[in-house]
């Protein structure tokens, strides 16, 4: 019985310690210039002026992602990206796309 006990311990704190590697890896990944806050994302789309749908789905598409639905925040930054016209704006929504794909990726 206490071999056993031993055996189930161990499997445990290894659980654990897998667990610690993954949030370690999840910090790492994580950079503080990445989050954005609700009064960035007013002033990002003020000074990227562009169409209707790629506002309407930039913004869709960013609160989505707060909400941790990643494969709806793709959809529709893809449609931002399909209806984006500037230049700086592509660029952004490339980035924060691959974000989304980077954040699916880790989920699986």
């Known amino acids: 019985m206490k071999i056993y006990m031993q055996k189930k311990t161990n499997r445990m704190s290894g659980g654990a310690r897998c667990l610690g590697a993954l949030l370690l890896c999840a910090l790492v990944f994580v950079q503080p210039g ?3 806050a609700a009064d960035d994302v007013s002033a990002a789309f003020d000074s990227l002026a562009d169409t209707r749908a790629t506002t309407h789905n930039w913004k869709l598409a960013r609160d989505y992602e707060r909400q941790m639905r990643y494969e709806l925040a793709r959809q529709h930054y893809l449609l931002a990206l399909a209806s984006c016209r500037s230049e700086p704006s592509q660029t ?3 980035r924060e796309l691959e974000s ?9």
């Not at 794909?101 to 699986?108: A, C, E, S």
């Open 34 to 36: 990445r989050v954005r």
């Open 92 to 94: 952004q929504l490339r």
């Open 100 to 108: 989304v794909d980077l954040q699916i990726r880790t989920m699986r």
